[in-house]
Nanobody
Framework: QLQLAESGGGSVQTGGSLRLSCVAS????????MGWFRQAPGQEREGIAA???????RYSDSVKGRFTISRDRADNTLYLEMNDLKPEDSAMYYC???????????????????WGQGTQVTVSS
């Protein structure tokens, strides 16, 4: 089992920045594909960034160039650095992990086994 806990959400103005963190605990000794997802009210959960087990990085077009995903293996922590935030980035942000390589399915929430409870990000214009 793996437990995930996100933090770092908040309210910012357009153009602002936030850094989200996701601390993993439990069975952290095996490699995982880890990703960040977000879900706005009435919308489907959207995959926005992921780190594959081999370290490959994935980004959705909606955040590419503005968000950066990174991982600190020593601290079992996943990060999402978010810059140039826009009102359309407002959502609940979730950390997810799966022990299998996700490859072309990296952005599909159904392919991830473990989830955190989410942290809210609100961007005002």
């Amino acid at each position: 089992q793996l437990q995930l806990a996100e933090s770092g959400g908040g309210s910012v103005q357009t153009g602002g920045s936030l850094r989200l963190s996701c601390v993993a605990s439990g069975r952290t000794s095996i490699p995982y594909c880890m990703g960040w997802f977000r879900q706005a009210p009435g919308q489907e959960r959207e995959g926005i960034a992921a780190i594959e087990r081999d370290g490959s990085l994935r980004y959705s077009d909606s955040v590419k160039g503005r968000f950066t995903i990174s991982r600190d293996r020593a601290d079992n922590t996943l990060y999402l650095e978010m810059n140039d935030l826009k009102p359309e980035d407002s959502a609940m942000y979730y950390c997810a992990a799966d022990p299998a390589a996700r490859n072309q399915f990296w952005a599909h929430w159904r392919y991830y086994q473990y989830w955190g409870q989410g942290t809210q990000v609100t961007v005002s214009s």
